[in-house]
């Protein structure tokens, strides 16, 4: 079974960095892309970015480059998002989501990991 | 970007009804559209992928369609179950747009 677990709640103040991560098992992780999703509380769904493990290309929102990094370590079969400094407006939760080749949608998703950032 | 527009944002419907949602995208995607359930508290789940093509284990009581940038998702003979947030996804350009949702409610 394809799964992705992702890494639990954060509570964090502005101005700190943070990492949250995505466990993927089930299948063969670097040939996929990973996708991440940001979902502000009561809002809709945005679309952040996704990364192909296998040749670490990525493509980011132009509403979120240069605000977070995605990374992989495909020793493990994880991904990653980090921020080098929280706002409070990236307070929202984050899902992790798999996507097989261009044009395809997201599956599975991971469960979501919440981070609020508050002073 | 390629932003998306959904109607309605809200509606309500009694068990047994059928409802249509429309997603309409600002240019055309070609049949690279997603639709996607969440229930709260939960993470997304994918429905139908390239605007007709009904994922693994989701009933056929759902179907999609498409006219040009319009799409529909409809739901035929609701069950509790599909009470939830309905979102349409784009599929053909960077970055993967979202529609703002469609919140589905009991009557």
């Known amino acids: 079974e394809v799964t992705l677990v992702q890494s639990g709640a954060e509570v964090k103040k502005p101005g700190e960095s943070l990492k949250i991560s995505c466990q993927a098992s089930?299948?063969?992780?670097?040939?996929?892309?990973i996708g991440w999703v940001r979902q502000t509380p009561g809002q809709g769904l945005e679309w952040m970015g996704i990364?192909?493990?296998?040749?670490?290309?990525?493509h980011y929102s132009p509403s979120f480059q240069g605000r977070v990094t995605m990374s992989v370590d495909k020793s493990i079969g994880a991904a990653y998002l980090q921020w080098s400094s929280l706002e409070a407006s990236d307070t929202a939760m984050y899902y992790c989501?798999?996507?097989?080749?261009?044009?395809?949608?997201?599956?599975?998703w991971g469960q979501g990991t919440l981070v609020t950032v508050s002073s | 970007d390629i932003p998306m527009t959904q109607s309605p944002s809200s509606l309500s419907a009694s068990v047994g009804d059928s409802v249509t949602i429309t997603c309409r995208a600002s240019?055309?995607?070609?049949?690279?559209l997603a639709w996607y359930q969440q229930r709260p508290g939960k993470a997304p789940k994918l429905l139908i992928y390239a605007t007709s093509s009904l994922h693994t284990g989701v009933p056929s009581r759902f179907s999609g369609s498409r006219s040009g940038t319009d799409f529909t998702l409809t739901i035929r003979s609701l069950q509790p179950d599909d009470f939830a947030t309905y979102y349409c996804?784009?599929?053909?350009?960077?970055?993967?747009?979202f529609g703002p949702g469609t919140r589905l409610e009991i009557k």
């Open positions: 989501a798999r996507r097989e080749y261009f044009n395809t949608p997201l599956d599975p």
């Open positions: 990364m192909y493990p296998a040749g670490s290309t990525t």
């Open positions: 996804q784009q599929a053909n350009g960077f970055p993967y747009t």
């Open positions: 240019q055309s995607v070609d049949r690279w």
């Open positions: 089930g299948y063969g992780f670097a040939n996929y892309w």
